[in-house]
């Protein structure tokens, strides 16, 4: 990618792809007279991105959808793609291309603007660049659990109208869908398994379970099925048992087409031309989601239970600050002030009290969800950090 060079670029142009790759970079003419006349009317020009990136977001704050958030989603396009670039390469199995994970990323941009607080010394880029990346990595991780998913999990999860219906899809006629769908009935009553452990990822049933399901479905399909037929063997309810797989996964989720691939039948243009509103998640990984939000509400009051002692072992004017930045949102400015110290200091200060705060963190991750502590996992987690502290001091003022 070709670095931008002056404020007026920065603000005012955007990243133009060639399928999978960085293209050029395309000028609005609206934004860049926008720039130019602002650029003009400040005697000493201001050439600091960081002074213009809090100059348009305070801008940004007063009027959400006007000129302002065209200049900030200028420039983030940078951010956005090395996040992208980044997220997208850590997950060597993903269809996704990188114009994808920028498309996902940027449109989120609305998030990274309103969790943004620029009055806290914070850099907007730097904001920018973990949830653009948290933004990509949740929903390929959710992408991702199709393929974790096991047959026999998946065939567990199914509801039997999603089945009907995905068989319908597959073209099978009521008759074959009727016995399919007994099957699959007699599977579930007979394997059954331990609700103690996750069924994300359940074996395949033993050779006795296929013997006690085929069993049953023998007995049941006299009074349940328009045509009987023969009597089944194992092996075929479980060969019956792959297909209806096979339907649920094409009709929940079908293959993924990178939204820069060229559209069928045009001489120009890209899928991406045609999409309206943000990506959606598949039927398939909203059930799965849904699986795991009693696991994810249970590690939440867990992060929150280890913040809370971590906070109670800070010393008490460690706790003061924390309250005064958190509770009272004064700036370090005027916390100095009231502390009779420097602004230097309290900076200083409030590094080392997130840094205590992310160490109680990251040891707990490590030995309990056995995660290891890459650079962007501590990353993401001082994210996480830093909203809990909002969080935390406003709820508990």
Not at 137 to 161: F, H, V
Not at 178 to 193: D, G, Q, R, S, T
Not at 271 to 278: F, K, P, Q, R
Not at 330 to 339: C, F, T
Request: aromatic share 10%; with cysteine.
């Amino acid at each position: 990618m070709i670095p931008r060079q002056d404020i007026a670029q920065i603000f005012s142009t955007f990243i133009q792809f060639d399928f999978d790759r960085f293209s050029n970079w395309v000028s609005d003419p609206r934004l860049r007279r926008s720039i130019s006349k602002c650029l003009s009317e400040i005697a000493q020009q201001e050439t600091s991105e960081n002074f213009w990136a809090i100059y348009w977001h305070k801008r940004w704050q007063k009027q959400p959808q006007g000129i302002a958030r065209d200049h900030l989603l200028a420039y983030l396009q940078e951010v956005c793609f090395w996040s992208a670039q980044k997220t997208i390469r850590g997950f060597t199995s993903t269809q996704y291309k990188i114009p994808d994970g920028f498309q996902i990323a940027i449109a989120g941009v609305d998030k990274v603007l309103k969790g943004f607080n620029g009055d806290r010394g914070f850099n907007l880029k730097s904001y920018a660049s973990i949830t653009f990346s948290n933004l990509i990595r949740e929903l390929l991780r959710q992408r991702q659990e199709i393929d974790i998913c096991s047959e026999w999990s998946l065939l567990r999860k199914l509801s039997q109208k999603r089945l009907d219906e995905s068989l319908q899809n597959a073209g099978l006629s009521a008759e074959v869908r009727e016995k399919y769908i007994l099957a699959w009935n007699c599977f579930k009553n007979i394997y059954v398994p331990d609700r103690s452990n996750p069924t994300r990822r359940l074996a395949k049933p033993s050779p006795e379970a296929w013997k006690a399901i085929a069993n049953l479905y023998n007995q049941e399909k006299k009074g349940q099925l328009s045509a009987p037929g023969e009597t089944v063997k194992p092996e075929i309810t479980e060969k019956w048992l792959l297909i209806c797989v096979k339907a649920a996964r094409s009709y929940l989720y079908p293959n993924v087409t990178s939204i820069n691939q060229p559209k069928p039948g045009y001489d120009s243009g890209e899928i991406a031309d045609s999409l309206v509103g943000e990506i959606e998640d598949s039927l398939l990984t909203e059930m799965i989601v849904e699986e795991e939000v009693q696991e994810r509400n249970q590690q939440q009051s867990q992060i929150n239970e280890i913040l809370i002692s971590a906070l109670g072992q800070l010393k008490p004017d460690e706790q003061k600050l924390l309250e005064l930045y958190y509770g009272q949102k004064l700036k370090q400015g005027d916390i100095a002030q009231e502390l009779g110290t420097q602004q230097y200091t309290i900076s200083r200060k409030l590094s080392r009290v997130r840094k205590s705060l992310l160490k109680s963190l990251s040891l707990w991750t490590k030995e309990t969800l056995h995660i290891s502590l890459t650079s962007d996992v501590l990353k993401g987690m001082s994210a996480v950090i830093e909203e809990w502290l909002e969080s935390h001091y406003h709820s508990n003022p």
